[in-house]
């Protein structure tokens, strides 16, 4: 069975700095891509950043651009995202999805639960 | 890197169809087989139903289905049920960017 556990949320203040994790199972993780999509309280999905299966090809929203960095541990079966430059509006459940490609261009397949970040002074 | 237009809501009484569309431009919608349906109940991730435009997961039932003309892709619901009440999210990966865009999302009333 796939699951995908977030971790790593939690407050935070505007202009520091949080680190997700993803623990994959169920699956060779090195056999797909890898994506963070986040939702804002009462809002709709927002594609955030997603990694090839080598991390060979990378793409971020042009909203975290610069700031949020993707990473993957294959070995680890882990995916991560490096939250730079908090801003109020990166607030929001973040989601862990698997690709149904290696590539990513492919679906999401497979979603966490999501862990949520809150950026308040 | 513009979100995907969907109508804010529709909604169907038990039995009945309903379609929700999904408006894009040629660098996503239009020219690409890389588009997904996404529906989400309250309170839970999103489950994905229709994938590669047209293509069922298994375990989604085939009331679901989806086609796309041009820069417009459209889910359809036969047979609406009431468990089928929630959001419904496109999302299609764009050529210029090399990223995947969603659709504001649609919320579906069974009456």
């Known amino acids: 069975e796939v699951q995908l556990v977030e971790s790593g949320g939690g407050l935070v203040q505007p202009g520091r700095s949080l680190r997700l994790s993803c623990a994959a199972s169920g699956f060779s993780l090195d056999d797909y891509a890898m994506h963070w999509v986040r939702q804002a309280p009462g809002k709709g999905l927002e594609w955030v950043s997603g990694?090839?299966?080598?991390?060979?090809?990378?793409g971020y929203a042009d909203s975290v651009k610069g700031r949020f960095t993707i990473s993957r541990d294959n070995a680890e079966n882990s995916l991560y995202l490096q939250m730079n430059s908090l801003r109020a509006e990166d607030t929001a459940l973040y989601y862990c999805?698997?690709?149904?490609?290696?590539?990513?261009?492919?679906?999401?397949?497979?979603w966490g639960q999501g862990t949520l970040v809150t950026v308040s002074s | 890197q513009s979100a995907l237009t969907q109508p804010p809501s529709v909604s169907g009484s038990p039995g009945q169809a309903v379609t929700i569309s999904c408006t894009g431009i040629s660098s996503d919608v239009g020219s690409y087989a890389r588009f997904s349906w996404y529906q989400q109940s309250p309170g839970t991730a999103p489950k994905l139903i229709i994938y590669?435009?047209?293509n069922r997961p298994s375990g989604v039932p085939d009331r679901f289905s989806g086609s796309k003309s041009g820069n417009t892709a459209s889910l359809t619901i036969s047979g609406l049920q009431a468990e089928d009440e929630g959001d419904y999210y496109c999302s299609s990966y764009t050529t210029n960017s090399t990223s995947w865009v969603f659709g504001g999302g649609t919320k579906l009333t069974v009456l």
């Open positions: 999805a698997k690709g149904n490609l290696a590539i990513v261009q492919g679906d999401f397949d497979y």
């Open positions: 990694i090839s299966w080598n991390s060979g090809s990378i």
């Open positions: 590669e435009v047209t």
